[in-house]
């Protein structure tokens, strides 16, 4: 009986010195944060998409506490703008208004036939390392829908032709497609920039 209460003194004993010391390092160590920056990040939408080119919204919100006027405060595509305006009101500036940008598919091939048959992993950047893809086209869709998986808003669909679609309304320019696309397929563009040459074909005509 006594061990045991002799191991239950030193244990508490333990924890309680454990304790005192977790408490003054946490007073030495800590680093005061600008109460703007939790204001900030309550405000953006928390997708962490990366459109705004930081990686996460906590980084923007930090970024944005920090930087003094240096980091535009309009770069957050899916909060819009409405959120930029609320941002404007936490740090006392006026943004300017930014204009929708989409991603655009810089291939329209149709029912492309296969130069060979591929049966490696169903995935455009596997397909992609056997000889650049198992289509006749070198440049153009190779159709397996890396980029619909990775769009974080569901804004592309494959059709019937297992060809990518982007909905625009749902896009947030985040770029992860156009970053998964091996063949570069993608580009973002702003929503007046509506004339585009569909295709990324590189090779000279005929002379
Ligand atoms: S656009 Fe690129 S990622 Fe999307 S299906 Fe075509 S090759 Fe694959
Ligand atoms: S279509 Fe591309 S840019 Fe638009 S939301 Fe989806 S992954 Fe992002």
Redesign the pocket.
Known sequence: MDVIISIAIVMGSLGMILGISLAIAARIFYIETDPRQDQIENLLPGVNCGACGFTGCDRYAEAITKSKDKIEINLCTPGGEETTEAIGGIMGVKAEKREKR??VLMCSAKNVKDKFSYSGPGNCRSAFLTQGGQKNCKYGCLGFGDCAE????E??YMDENNMPH?IEER???????AEICPKNL?Q?LPVSNYVHVRCKNLDKGVS
Do not use: F, L, M, S
């Open positions: 989409i991603a990775v769009c974080p808003t804004a592309i982007v896009c947030i320019a985040c770029g992860k497609c993608y973002i």
